[in-house]
C-alpha cells in the first residue's frame, strides 16, 4: 500500500517562499512517477509539476502558471519529493496534493493548504 504524506504547507505573503515536502511509503519509490496537484475552492484540482522516474530519467513538467516560479525534485534515498515554490502569489492558494503513479494506478496524499496574502 503507497502511502504519501505531505508538509511545508502554511500563510505567506505575496513574493515570498515555500517548500513543499512528500514522503512515500510502502513502494519502490523511484520506479514511480511523481507530481504535485492543486486545487483552489470551487475549482477543479490541476496539475503544477511533474518528474519522471529514475528509470524515464527524472524530466520534469510544469504547468504554465508555474514555469519559473517553482521547481518539483526528488531525493530518492529519501523517498521524498519536493516542490519548492518562490514569488508566490495570491492565485497560488490552494491544497496542494502530492501525486505518485505506477503502472497506471494513481495515490494521493491527503493534501497541504498553501495560502498566499496579497
Known amino acids: 500500500q503507497v502511502q504519501l504524506v505531505e508538509s511545508g504547507g502554511g500563510l505567506v505573503q505575496a513574493g515570498g517562499s515555500l517548500r513543499l515536502s512528500c514522503a512515500a511509503s510502502?513502494?519502490?519509490?523511484?520506479?514511480?512517477?511523481m507530481g504535485w496537484y492543486r486545487q483552489a475552492p470551487g475549482k477543479q484540482r490541476d496539475l503544477v509539476a511533474t518528474?519522471?522516474?529514475?528509470?524515464?530519467?527524472?524530466?520534469?513538467n510544469y504547468a504554465d502558471s508555474v514555469k519559473g516560479r517553482f521547481t518539483i525534485s526528488r531525493d530518492n534515498a529519501k523517498r521524498t519529493v519536493y516542490l519548492q515554490m518562490n514569488s508566490l502569489k495570491p492565485e497560488d492558494t490552494a491544497v496542494y496534493y502530492c501525486?505518485?503513479?505506477?503502472?497506471?494506478?494513481?495515490?494521493w496524499g491527503q493534501g497541504t493548504q498553501v495560502t498566499v496574502s496579497s
Open positions: 501525486n505518485a503513479r505506477q503502472y497506471g494506478a494513481d495515490y
Open positions: 510502502g513502494t519502490i519509490f523511484s520506479f514511480m512517477a
Open positions: 518528474i519522471s522516474s529514475i528509470t524515464n530519467g527524472g524530466n520534469t
